[in-house]
């Protein structure tokens, strides 16, 4: 067994639990932070199945953007009974 294949066992484990947590974490602000980290762990597999240009655009689309959007629309929603 290679330092290559224990990396990809670990990673993907790594996926596989941040996955997980992401569909059933009760809160949803650490349901968008499960999910970031998710994103993450796959640019790092994207690096390793030497696909640059895949984690580049998962790096800026997936972690940046979609996680900025999921974080300022919750922080725009209102609170239950919460009034303006």
């Known amino acids: 067994m290679t330092m290559y294949d224990i990396i990809s066992m670990v990673l993907s484990a ?3 639990i941040m ?23 796959s ?3 994207f690096v390793l199945l ?7 655009t998962e790096a800026v689309v997936g972690s940046g953007l ?3 959007l999921f974080i300022f629309s919750l922080l725009s929603m209102k609170k239950k009974g919460e009034t303006k």
């Open 14 to 16: 790594l996926l596989l």
């Open 19 to 41: 996955a997980f947590l992401a569909v059933s974490s009760k809160h949803t602000m650490k349901s968008v932070v499960f999910l970031s980290v998710l994103s993450m762990l």
């Open 43 to 45: 640019v790092v597999s």
């Open 50 to 56: 030497q696909a640059p240009d895949v984690a580049i």
């Open 66 to 68: 979609v996680t900025a």
